[in-house]
């Protein structure tokens, strides 16, 4: 049979991540090992704290029914963690939301508050899963260039009358994935007096903000203004590892996460309440296991960076996030150069227009294996020759 597909489906094509991964499973089924650093997925366990309390609650009889909602616990937790990393009150009642992991949220509140032909300013280069809500929601999206020149950070003052008059939310992320970038308190404050001004929503998803370097980045929450205008949804899978237990939140005005979680009601029966108390748990730690897990990530990120440059291949160090932002050497284009670390290198890396046009030029690499591993892909990288058209 000839099975038709939506129109909303249609707007959702194979992207480049199927093409690499074919040409890399190619390689691995030839038995020519290779080095993956291409998804943003945490290769280290969760602490024990957290399996040792999975583990307990999952043995209780009475948890395994639906949680529909999060529970009183997981909300506490949430706003004890904001009012002591960030300093900003939260009502556990109204003004917190669980999620199934952040892209729950993120793909599913363009359609709480966008209607066709409306625009949604997303970052490009910018996380995928936003053109994702933009697509199921069908709103326009209107990027907003990520820059070198800027700091990576959106031009907002460069965005049209016309597209903000009919712009119902915008999306902003730091430390980003894919680009790494921080924010400050004036580009926040620059967001928040546009959004009140052409009355729209901004959300900001805080996923990496555990994972930092030199200098802490700034809860959106935090800065004056923001709670009128927005939420922050922030996710346990990198800063705790838990990527597979698919537990986060969304945090901020009152009125819009009651609005989400209407929504959320037709939708979803909640999160494994075993889940939720392990996350609890992690959001109130004290063990210091947040300052270890970015010692980690911070010696892999000084290993990849400087073995890089070591070898001809100037990139540079994020200040936050699992990734590396990393210019490709001239004269090659994203795509061609990520096909190149595949073929000569058996190393994987994302061509940075993955993300969007203004990702060409770049390639993102994720920190996500022992520093060994890191050493070898460096060491692939050097003895492939790759470089040798660039330094010629």
């Given at each position: 049979m000839n099975f038709p597909i939506s129109k909303r489906m249609a707007s959702f094509q194979e992207s480049v991540f199927a093409e690499l991964a074919q040409i890399k499973n190619s390689k691995l089924s030839d038995g020519i090992p290779m080095i993956d650093l291409s998804i943003g997925s945490p290769d280290l366990p969760p602490p024990s704290f957290i399996t040792d309390e999975l583990a307990k609650s999952s043995l209780n009889p009475d948890l395994y029914g639906y949680s529909l909602t999060g529970t009183n616990e997981f909300h506490s937790a949430v706003c004890d963690y904001y009012k002591s990393n960030f300093g900003v009150p939260l009502d556990p009642d109204s003004e917190v939301l669980l999620l199934m992991g952040s892209q729950d949220g993120l793909v599913h509140l363009p359609m709480v508050l966008c209607d066709p032909d409306d625009y949604i300013l997303v970052p490009d280069p910018g996380y995928t899963a936003y053109a994702a809500g933009a697509g199921m929601a069908g709103a326009q999206m209107y990027s907003m260039p990520l820059k070198k020149e800027n700091k990576f950070l959106p031009d907002l003052g460069g965005i049209p009358e016309e597209i903000l008059l009919k712009t119902k939310l915008m999306i902003l992320n730091f430390p980003g994935n894919p680009v790494?970038?921080?924010?400050?308190?004036?580009?926040?404050?620059?967001?928040?007096?546009?959004?009140?001004?052409?009355?729209?929503?901004?959300?900001?998803?805080?996923?990496?903000?555990?994972?930092?370097?030199?200098?802490?980045?700034?809860?959106?929450?935090?800065?004056?203004?923001?709670?009128?205008?927005?939420?922050?949804?922030?996710?346990?899978?990198?800063?705790?590892?838990?990527?597979?237990?698919?537990?986060?939140?969304?945090?901020?005005?009152?009125?819009?996460?009651?609005?989400?979680?209407?929504?959320?009601?037709?939708?979803?029966?909640?999160?494994?309440?075993?889940?939720?108390?392990?996350?609890?748990?992690?959001?109130?730690?004290?063990?210091?296991?947040?300052?270890?897990?970015?010692?980690?990530?911070?010696?892999?990120?000084?290993?990849?960076?400087?073995?890089?440059?070591?070898?001809?291949?100037?990139?540079s160090k994020p200040e936050g996030s699992m990734f590396l932002w990393a210019e490709v050497p001239a004269p090659y284009m994203s795509k061609e150069f990520a096909i190149e670390l595949i073929n000569r290198a058996n190393v994987v890396v994302t061509p940075g227009n993955a993300f969007g046009s203004w990702g060409e030029g770049y390639v993102r690499i994720a920190l996500v294996q022992p520093e060994k591993v890191l050493k070898q892909a460096v060491s692939n990288i050097g003895q492939s020759g790759i470089l040798k058209k660039v330094l010629a």
């Open positions: 790494p970038a921080m924010a400050t308190e004036e580009f926040y404050l620059q967001a928040i007096c546009l959004a009140k001004k052409y009355n729209f929503v901004i959300v900001h998803d805080f996923a990496y903000s555990e994972l930092y370097y030199e200098h802490k980045p700034l809860s959106f929450l935090s800065v004056e203004g923001a709670m009128e205008v927005g939420l922050e949804m922030n996710s346990l899978s990198k800063s705790f590892n838990m990527a597979g237990c698919r537990v986060a939140y969304a945090a901020g005005n009152n009125q819009l996460i009651t609005m989400l979680a209407k929504f959320k009601s037709n939708l979803d029966y909640g999160v494994f309440l075993p889940v939720q108390a392990a996350a609890s748990k992690a959001l109130r730690d004290q063990s210091g296991f947040l300052n270890s897990l970015r010692d980690i990530y911070r010696t892999r990120r000084d290993v990849l960076v400087d073995g890089l440059n070591e070898i001809g291949w100037n990139v």
